[in-house]
């Protein structure tokens, strides 16, 4: 079974620092598992304070893109060597093109950012077409979808699955609110999941049981979409 795991940059560095413990834990679990991974990570705060100083010093939006990429790389690179110190066979360098990583077998492949203009949710779903994965776990510091902004509303409730079509839906809503409002999954990533029909479950980088279980398909506390 081949899966891609999407690590958001807030799971890989909470607090703006990597979390040691969560690449240790993750590089365990998936030295014990049986599927066949392919690993995008995200940039997090990271990014976010690059591109701003880059901003700030004038680069352009295509500019601050291209800084933000390279958070998303470091990260990448960070979770190679976890792998690699917890015995997994995985390529030793970040892949930067998905033909690459298309054509790789038996061994884990980890990419970061690809092109501007995209995010980590929409290159996540692009690894998982080109390797033919049959299933996307998205891991962030959010436990599923939720109806309003968790963060914001504490009445906000949790989908235990929905269609790809509901989720798209939902995207759209949050789209069309304020600048600054950021739904869990971008807009391009929810429409490439719903025509390749990629099975996507998305849960919080905390529970390491519910990222095993998204793994195999089994119930978790997140959100199924398919
Ligand atoms: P992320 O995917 O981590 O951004 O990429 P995000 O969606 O803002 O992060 P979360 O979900 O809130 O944690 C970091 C930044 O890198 C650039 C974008 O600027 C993005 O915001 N990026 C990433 C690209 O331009 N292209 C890519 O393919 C990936």
Same mark, same amino acid.
């Given at each position: ?6 690590? =958001? ?22 030295? %014990? ?24 010093? =004038? ?39 998905? %033909?690459?990583?298309? =054509? ?8 970061? =950012? ?113």
């Amino acid at each position: 079974m081949r899966v891609v795991l999407s690590i =958001g940059g807030s799971t890989i560095n909470p607090e703006g620092k990597p979390s040691l413990e969560f690449l240790r834990a993750i590089s365990k679990m998936i030295k %014990e598992s049986r599927s066949e991974f392919g690993i995008l990570t995200g940039g997090g705060s990271i990014a976010r304070v690059y591109a701003n100083a880059a901003r700030e010093l =004038g680069a352009n939006e295509y500019e601050a893109d291209a800084i933000g990429i390279t958070s998303t790389r470091q990260n990448a690179q960070l979770l190679v060597t976890a792998l690699s110190g917890a015995g997994v066979d995985v390529y030793r360098h970040v892949l930067t093109d998905f %033909e690459e990583a298309k =054509g790789r077998r038996n061994k884990v492949v980890v990419m970061g =950012g690809t092109i501007p203009g995209i995010t980590t949710d929409t290159d996540a779903v692009l690894l998982a077409e080109a390797m033919g994965a049959t299933r996307l776990v998205n891991i962030s510091n959010v436990e599923g979808i939720y109806d309003t902004n968790p963060k914001k509303n504490p009445k906000a409730k949790k989908f235990a699955k929905m269609t790809y079509n509901e989720l798209i839906k939902l995207a759209a809503e949050n789209d069309s609110r304020s600048a600054g409002t950021h739904f869990v999954f971008d807009m391009l990533a929810c429409k490439l999941i719903a025509r390749s029909k990629v099975e996507t479950h998305f849960v919080s980088g905390d529970s390491l049981e519910n990222i095993k279980n998204a793994i195999e398909g089994k119930k978790h506390n997140g959100t199924v979409v398919r």
